[in-house]
Structure formats: structure tokens, C-alpha cells
């Protein structure tokens, strides 16, 4: 927030924005643009059947740890509300039922212990 | 025949992708708050949604400029918390690889958690599937989220900073996040690569640039595929 309002050398801002959308869809295209139909090891295919399930909690769990808005200090309503998120979609596997349960859970308790 | 079963597996895939419309949605519209107030202007925050297409390496990017870090490391940091979509392209190359080259490039441009997750597990349960059908399934998940994605954005930027901190939207990406994990976890070696995962992530919490999730993220990856092979040869695993 320190430098809230005050725009960026638009320059910089531009770049940023084409680099990262052709180095995206770089990054989606190299497999199913160039290797196609090609078979692909069988040793490759067993590493990325667990891609999501292995990047995506390492990406959630400091967000979960030290929370941005709280200015990374340990907070019990957040705490909670992604144990309750995920305890939720493991158990009735529903993205919605999930995240509706996460975020009644943060909501009632930043309401409860006045965050 | 084709046309109209592949029509079909068009609209089973916006429809299972109907909850995702309450991920979307809000993430779009924090997206466009954040930038707003980091100072981006309309053209750019638009531009960013429309061309990256990805939310969390657009948080990343927007994090970082805050930061006045260099344009490289932005660049690299950004793309870097990406990689994952590299792994979904190749994940989803077996099913979709014969597609004419046209298709893939746009389904390319599609890929994100959400259309990977709903496809994935699609095409894993229903081995009949054509290519054409799978295609059509997979533009499915994203006919209504992607434009739901653009308009949540270019809403957000227009509302800015009028929205309440007391709505603790912060918090909408890892709901969003942790909610696609839960279903994810299958099987053992699905939870095996998910601990690893957390585990590896708090211990490179001090490696810089992001690198530590791409650290973690490869040794849950071999985690899982092990653990996969041990329960295999024990005749355990389905």
C-alpha cells in the first residue's frame, strides 16, 4: 500500500503486460501445440497426473500462513476458514459447498472477534 | 452426428463449470480493485485480464510492481508461478494433441485451473470421449467463465477502492484455491503430493522470486508419482 494511487511509469506497466501474455501462452502451448498427438513416456504422464494437487497447495499455503492483509501476521478467522474450506471439498467433494463453507466460516468469525 | 453430440459436450461443459462462476467472479472483480488502486488505468487492467488470462500469475505481476521490483524479475516471478499451466498443456495433450492445430492454439490460450480441473477429471472418467467431443467439452468450461473473467475485471477497476476492507475479498483467491484442492485429493499418493507440497512451501518460504513454489511443486509432483508406484506394486492402487 505505500505507493497506493500513484501510477507506474506506464512503460514499465506495458511491458510487464505483453511480456507476460506471450510468455503465458508460451507456456500453455509448448506441449499441446508441439508435441501434439506424439505419445508421451509413461513416466512423464505419472509426474503430471499430481501437477495440480503439487503446485497449487505450495501457491495457497503462505496466502493461508501469513495473510497480505493482515500484514502477514497469523490470523485465527483465516486459519480457520481455509481448514473449513478444504476439510469441506475433501469430504463432499463440491467446489461450491466449499468455498460457501470457507467464507460463512471467515465472515462469522471476523464478525465474531471483531476483525 | 458429431456436430450435434459435440454441441452437447459443449454446454456439459459450461454447465459443470456454473460454480466456478462464484470463483471467477470475485477474483475478477479483486483483480480489478487491486490493480485500481495500485494505479493501473482502465486500458491496462483490461488489457492484463484479456491477454495474460491467468489470475494468480496477474496477482503475482501486480504484487511485484508494487514492489518496484525490476521488470525481469516481474517477468520471471510471474511466468514462474504460471509454470503450472505448462504442466495442465501437457497433462492435457494426450486427450486433445489431435485436435487440428487451430483448436489447440485457442484451447492453449484457455488453459487455467478451472478449465484443466473440470476437463481432466472428464476425460480421466469418460475414455469414450472423441477428440471432438473432449475440445468441445473443454471450450465449454470456459464459455462463460472467461467473458464472466473480462467483465468482473473491468468492473472491479471501475469500482476501485470503494469497496470495504471489512469484505475481506484478500481471501477469495485462497478459498478459491484451497476448494479445488479438496476434491482433487483422490487417492494416497494425491494426498502424499499435497503434505509434500505445504511442507516444501513453508521451508522455501525464504527463497526469493517465487522460486520455492516451483521447488515445492516439483517435489510433490515425484512424491506423488512414487508413492503411486509403491501402492501400485502392492497391488493397491486403482
New interface residues.
Partial sequence: M???????D?A??????????L???A???????M??????PE???????????????????????W???TGGVMDT??MA??AV????????????A???S??AT??LL?FLLG? | MTRTTAKSWFWRGARDSL??I??AGPFGLLFGVLAA?????LT?IF??SM????G???FA?L?L??E?AP?LI??AS??A??????????????Y???AP?WQ??L???F?V?QS??LS?VKFETEPAMTVPQRMAYFFGTSALIAPLWYTATLVGAVMG?QIP??W?L??A?????????????RTP??IA??L???V???LA?GIPYNL??LV??????????QV??MLKRRGLFS
Fill in positions: 505505500t505507493n497506493a494511487g500513484v501510477p507506474f506506464p514499465t506497466v506495458w511491458t510487464v503486460i505483453i511480456g507476460l501474455a510468455g503465458s501462452f507456456l500453455r502451448f509448448i506441449f499441446i501445440g508435441v501434439g498427438s506424439r505419445a508421451m513416466w512423464v504422464l505419472r509426474h503430471l497426473r499430481y501437477t495440480a494437487v503439487a503446485v497449487l497447495p505450495a501457491l495457497v499455503t503462505p496466502l493461508v500462513i495473510p497480505a492483509a478467522p483465516r476458514a481455509a474450506t478444504l476439510a469441506v471439498g475433501y469430504l463432499v467433494k463440491n467446489v461450491l466449499a468455498i460457501f470457507g467464507a471467515l465472515y471476523l476483525g | 460454480p466456478f462464484f470463483v488502486e495500485a494505479g493501473l488505468d491496462m488489457t492484463f491477454t495474460v488470462f491467468a494468480s500469475a496477474q505481476a504484487q510492481l508494487r518496484d521488470t516481474i517477468l510471474a511466468l508461478v504460471n509454470l503450472r499451466v505448462a504442466m495442465y498443456s501437457a497433462s492435457l495433450t494426450p486433445l494433441g489431435g492445430l489447440r492454439a484451447a492453449a490460450y488453459t485451473d484443466y480441473s481432466i477502492s476492507d471489512s475481506a484478500d481471501f483467491l485462497p478459498i478459491a484455491f484451497l476448494a479445488m484442492i479438496g476434491p482433487m485429493l499418493a494425491h503430493a499435497a509434500v507440497s505445504i516444501v512451501a513453508i518460504v520455492g513454489l515445492a511443486g516439483a517435489a510433490a509432483m515425484m512424491t506423488g508419482a503411486e508406484l
